[in-house]
């Protein structure tokens, strides 16, 4: 499945997660955490999910899926082990012009959720187009093994140094020379003192 690789700021952007097992539970953290407006639909409902509810991060309703449910979305999240459902959302998200992704089977929905590393505001994410997710997330487990938090670090430095850069109106080129010169020498630096270079 060709896709488009893409970072969406979410703040505030209403997403639908159909389920309330485990897998719903693993996306509504990753929703929380892009700042993302989460609504859950389920019959039955996990007790964190709740303890998310009762702390009032996130709405529930206890029920079937009612195509009202989708009003206002941005994007939906089928997590459920009915294929009916998923189908029956699928078809209105569709229709209605929402993303759907689809847990289970990733091909029949507009999105996939990569699996992904956070170092600080630096973000590796590694997709399998939905071929094989758990292949991407044991790619994600041997990069993180070479991509410690120093990386975070890094990007701040390299991120001031932008911001300077920008306020003293320099060229784009010369920024980007300049930042990729100082991000090559922070990364050697930093490998370096691994002792990973003899």
């Given at each position: 499945?060709?896709?488009?690789?893409?970072?969406?700021?979410?703040n505030?952007?209403?997403?639908?997660?159909?389920?309330?097992?485990?897998?719903?539970?693993?996306?509504?953290?990753?929703?929380?955490?892009?700042?993302?407006c989460?609504?859950?639909?389920?019959?039955?409902?996990?007790?964190?999910?709740?303890?998310?509810?009762?702390?009032?991060?996130?709405?529930?309703?206890?029920?079937?899926?009612?195509?009202?449910?989708?009003?206002?979305a941005?994007?939906?999240?089928?997590?459920?082990?009915?294929?009916?459902?998923?189908?029956l959302?699928?078809?209105e998200?569709?229709?209605?012009?929402?993303?759907?992704?689809?847990?289970?089977?990733?091909?029949?929905?507009?999105?996939?959720?990569p699996?992904?590393?956070?170092?600080?505001?630096?973000?590796?994410?590694?997709?399998?187009?939905g071929?094989?997710?758990?292949?991407?997330?044991?790619?994600?487990?041997r990069?993180?093994?070479?991509?410690?938090?120093?990386?975070?670090?890094?990007?701040?430095?390299?991120?001031?140094?932008?911001?300077?850069?920008?306020?003293?109106?320099?060229?784009?080129?010369?920024?980007?020379?300049?930042?990729?010169?100082?991000?090559?020498?922070?990364?050697?630096?930093?490998?370096?003192?691994?002792?990973?270079?003899?």
């Amino acid at each position: 499945m060709s896709t488009l690789a893409l970072n969406i700021r979410m703040n505030g952007r209403r997403a639908v997660v159909i389920g309330g097992g485990t897998v719903a539970l693993r996306k509504i953290r990753t929703l929380l955490a892009a700042d993302a407006c989460v609504s859950v639909v389920a019959t039955k409902i996990r007790a964190e999910i709740t303890s998310l509810h009762d702390a009032g991060l996130i709405s529930v309703r206890v029920g079937t899926y009612n195509p009202a449910d989708l009003d206002d979305a941005f994007l939906v999240i089928t997590a459920t082990d009915n294929t009916e459902v998923n189908s029956l959302v699928c078809a209105e998200a569709s229709r209605r012009g929402i993303l759907v992704a689809v847990t289970g089977n990733p091909e029949s929905g507009d999105c996939a959720f990569p699996a992904t590393l956070h170092r600080g505001d630096l973000e590796i994410a590694v997709s399998t187009g939905g071929r094989c997710p758990s292949f991407a997330a044991d790619v994600r487990d041997r990069i993180a093994e070479c991509i410690g938090n120093e990386y975070g670090a890094i990007l701040e430095q390299l991120a001031m140094e932008r911001e300077k850069l920008l306020t003293n109106g320099s060229p784009s080129t010369y920024n980007t020379q300049v930042l990729r010169s100082l991000a090559q020498h922070l990364l050697d630096e930093s490998t370096e003192s691994k002792g990973l270079v003899p």
